[in-house]
């Protein structure tokens, strides 16, 4: 069992920077991470994920303004947002999946997930 806590959230100005993170409870060198986010009235989507081999993917709308990364020794999963527009404005989640070579893009398949931190961009 792994409990995921993510923390970093908060309110930005359009144009802002913001780092999530979220620590787990156990190693997670053997998983795939991913964050999600999900807006008010909006279904949950995937925005980036890394493999145990630290590949990374990312969707078309977080390219080149996000970066995911992690610290195995720290248990650790980040998420640098730069470039932030009110349409970034959501509740992230992170997520990890048995599997370190298989990323799911739906968050319904990961088998351990956070409570979410809160991210406000104001325009």
């Known amino acids: 069992q792994v409990q995921l806590v993510e923390s970093g959230g908060g309110s930005v100005q359009a144009g802002g920077s913001l780092r999530l993170s979220c620590a787990a409870s156990?190693?997670?060198?053997?998983?795939?991470m991913g964050w999600f986010r999900q807006a008010l009235g909006k279904e949950r989507e995937v925005v980036a994920r890394i493999y145990s081999s630290r590949i990374t993917t990312y969707e078309d709308f977080v390219k080149g303004r996000f970066t995911i990364s992690k610290d195995n020794t720290k248990n650790s999963l980040y998420l640098q947002m730069n470039s932030l527009k009110p349409e970034d404005t959501a509740m992230y989640y992170c997520?990890?999946?048995?599997?370190?070579?298989?990323?799911?893009?739906?968050?319904?398949?990961?088998?351990?997930r956070g409570q979410g931190t809160q991210v406000t961009v104001a325009s």
């Open positions: 997520a990890a999946h048995g599997s370190g070579w298989y990323c799911p893009r739906a968050i319904n398949e990961y088998t351990y």
């Open positions: 156990g190693y997670i060198g053997t998983y795939c």
